[in-house]
């Protein structure tokens, strides 16, 4: 009885024994899925938000994209509007009489920092053949430029920085100059290997240049004075470039400028020539005030002057004569006096001395000498 109730009691032991250990694997059993599931939940929290952080760069980028392409095509449709002011091929064939002359590039840009758009067009004579391997026969081009400016100020400083030159300057030394209306001014000047003409209005700046090293199309080797001096007719191309593009650009409803640049300019000579006058006078008379200011006489000689060599009857010959000096003071001045005969042979000879001469002093010597033999003149001579 005693065994049988131990071996029940034992039996109930081990069965709460074993509920316990089921118990424990159950509840680990759920921990670990709670743990899996949390796990897994956190890596789709990540993996979410990396796919949304992809996501933001993505959309950044496509929107950064669409910006720069929007930039882009605002600057193209304001650029595309500056390409019709270029002259057509038909426009050049009526400017030049003849099917000559062809587009070989077109660019467009602009700078931000200037606040500048322009165009360029590069063309080419069609018309000739260059030779590459004795390199003649250049064939002649024309480089057209339109600038559409808005401040006068950033104007000027790109045509230094980026051009290397001044526009004001390339106006003050032109050959010809006029104004087909209040708010344009216009100039033509050329070499003997072209041309140019630029005309500046209040919003644009339009150059057309000419390159023709064998003058196919105009004389330009005339002079710039004189009676030969080179005059502008309708045949003149960069004139006509210039004239065709001026027209378009201020062409509207109520206004239509039907002028004829060339002979504005040509009209306007006599300015230009009064103003090179001027220019040329101007700097005579500034000239004469600073050689005034210096002391330097107008047309005074320097160095020996008013030489006189004289004999008497005793035979005593007096020499006489002045020395003009320059800016330079001067510790010493040598001279050497050569006395001739009738046969211009020199039968004697003496050196003379003149001492500490000042800046533009004139300094005056005499002197005498017996001579015995025929006389008939004499010579003086600078050796230092």
């Not at 230094?160 to 050959?175: A, G, R």
Request: with cysteine; net charge negative.
């Amino acid at each position: 009885m005693k065994l049988l109730l131990f071996f029940t009691f034992f039996l109930i032991l081990i069965t709460f024994s074993m509920h316990q250990n089921v118990i424990a694997e159950i509840e680990g059993e759920e921990e670990r899925k709670k743990a899996v599931q949390e796990a897994t939940d956190a890596l789709k929290r990540k993996n979410i938000d990396n796919e949304n952080k992809e996501t933001e760069k993505e959309t950044e980028k496509e929107t950064e994209k669409e910006t720069e392409k929007e930039t882009e095509s605002k600057v193209k449709q304001k650029l595309g509007k500056m390409k019709k002011f270029l002259p057509t091929e038909e426009e050049f064939d009526k400017i030049t009489l003849r099917t000559v002359w062809k587009y070989v590039d077109k660019q467009s840009s602009s700078n931000e920092e200037y606040k500048v758009e322009l165009i360029q067009g590069l063309l080419r004579d069609v018309g000739r053949v260059y030779d590459p391997i004795i390199n003649k026969y250049k064939v002649a081009t024309i480089q057209i430029e339109i600038i559409k400016y808005e401040e006068e100020e950033e104007l000027e400083k790109y045509w230094i920085n980026e051009k290397k030159s001044n526009l004001e300057f390339m106006f003050e030394n032109s050959y010809l100059i006029g104004s087909p209306n209040d708010n344009t001014k216009c100039f033509f000047n050329y070499t003997i290997d072209g041309a140019i003409t630029i005309c500046k209005t209040n919003e644009y700046v339009i150059q057309g240049i000419v390159f023709d090293k064998y003058q196919e199309h105009f004389v330009y080797t005339q002079s710039k004075t004189g009676t030969e001096k080179l005059e502008l007719n309708q045949h003149e191309i960069t004139t006509g470039i210039t004239e065709t593009i001026l027209k378009k650009i201020q062409t509207n409803d109520e206004t239509k400028y039907n002028f004829e640049l060339y002979k504005i300019l040509e009209s306007n000579r006599e300015i230009k020539e009064r103003e090179h006058n001027q220019m040329k006078e101007s700097t005579k008379l500034t000239n004469e005030v600073k050689n005034k200011s210096l002391g330097i006489e107008k047309n005074k000689k320097y160095g020996v002057q008013k030489i006189s060599c004289v004999q008497d009857e005793f035979g005593l010959v007096t020499i006489s004569g002045q020395f003009n000096n320059n800016h330079i003071k001067k510790d010493k001045v040598s001279l050497e006096i050569a006395f001739l005969n009738n046969e211009k042979n020199i039968i004697y000879k003496n050196n003379a001395n003149l001492l500490k001469i000042n800046e533009f002093e004139t300094k005056r010597f005499i002197g005498n000498l017996k001579m015995d033999e025929n006389f008939a003149g004499c010579t003086i001579k600078i050796m230092n």
